[in-house]
């Protein structure tokens, strides 16, 4: 397939370096860079929860009286 595109000045430099190191052309230097940065690609990891006790003294599972709690105290100072 044929098209024009923009190389980025890095990426050209890079495509370069490829040419004259490996004496391919152009279009397989930009390929073989292409098919690298897919192959690096990086799997996301999966999101574990952990919970832990924080040894709270109050009931933090509802936010709204969590609050209610900070606000009093910040009152008292």
Do not use: C, F, Q, W
Not at 65 to 75: I, M, N, R, W
Request: charged share 35%; no cysteine.
């Amino acid at each position: 397939m044929r098209t024009t595109i923009t190389i980025a000045d890095d990426v050209y430099a890079e495509m370069e370096r490829l040419r004259r190191e490996e004496g391919v052309g152009p279009s397989e230097a930009l390929n073989t860079l292409a098919r690298r940065g897919m192959a690096a690609r990086v799997t996301p990891k999966s999101y574990v929860h952990s919970a832990r006790r924080l040894g709270a003294r109050l009931d933090v599972s509802n936010i709204g009286d969590v609050l209610d709690v900070l606000d009093d105290e910040g009152h008292r100072r």
